[in-house]
């Protein structure tokens, strides 16, 4: 069933589904269990190693991290076969690529814009100082969990399952934007807030547009690889 199609549905009948209720209870509850995580973390630590993307001892933990979120989304969308999770191909290939560059680009300009004033990447505090040769094989470790399994999990959370759940209850726009803070929210930063807010509600936007999670999970990697290689690079 399309998004489109279920808040049609919706429309006709007046409410959603009391299941459908219960689950996108458990979606915030996660949500706000990621964010205060964060966020305590945060506060009650000293600092982020530079060379935290260089420790095979982070990439041991983010494979865990993501293992149990994944594993969490299963079991509020009851599976990976779940309409929830928006694992479809777009109807149009051509027209999510276009509509995947268009988001690509307003992203890398709020970045480079924002970023003149809100240094989100030192905040986060995962670029690493410098390139390291000696330790090339756990930072390509890590670099793939940053590249595919967090954007895929993350996307699957966000803007499959919560965007599914909350379409019927708020519709397109505030689920964009519901889904677009809490992802910046679970990040657990202040100044890079409204930078993952705005890269939240773009991929939001275009999961909308193009009613699927793959365009986003693709502009979401590209962007974190970017992101690595200029790190590194520069």
Sequence with gaps: MSETEIVERTAVTGFPSPRRGGRLLAWGVLIGLLALASYGARLSDAGTPSDVLYLWSTFVGALIQYAIMFILILAIARGTRSPLLALRRPEALGRAALLATVAFGVI???????????????????????????????????????????????????????????????????????????????????????????????????????????????????????????????
């Design 108 to 234: 890398l300009v709020t970045a480079g814009v924002l970023g003149q004033v809100l240094d989100a990447g030192d905040e986060q505090g995962l670029v690493p100082d410098a390139w390291d040769s000696s330790r090339a094989v756990p930072f390509v470790a890590n670099a793939l969990v940053v590249v595919l399994v967090a954007p895929f999990v993350e996307e699957l959370l966000y803007r499959g399952l919560g965007m599914s759940l909350l379409l019927p209850f708020v519709g397109p726009l505030f689920s964009i934007g519901i889904t677009g803070l809490a992802f910046g929210l679970a990040h657990g930063l202040v100044l890079g807030l409204p930078v993952l807010t705005i890269f939240g509600i773009t991929l939001g936007w275009l999961r909308w547009k193009t009613d699927s999670v793959y365009p986003g999970m693709v502009v979401h990697g590209i962007f974190n690889g970017a992101a690595l290689i200029a790190a590194v690079a520069v």
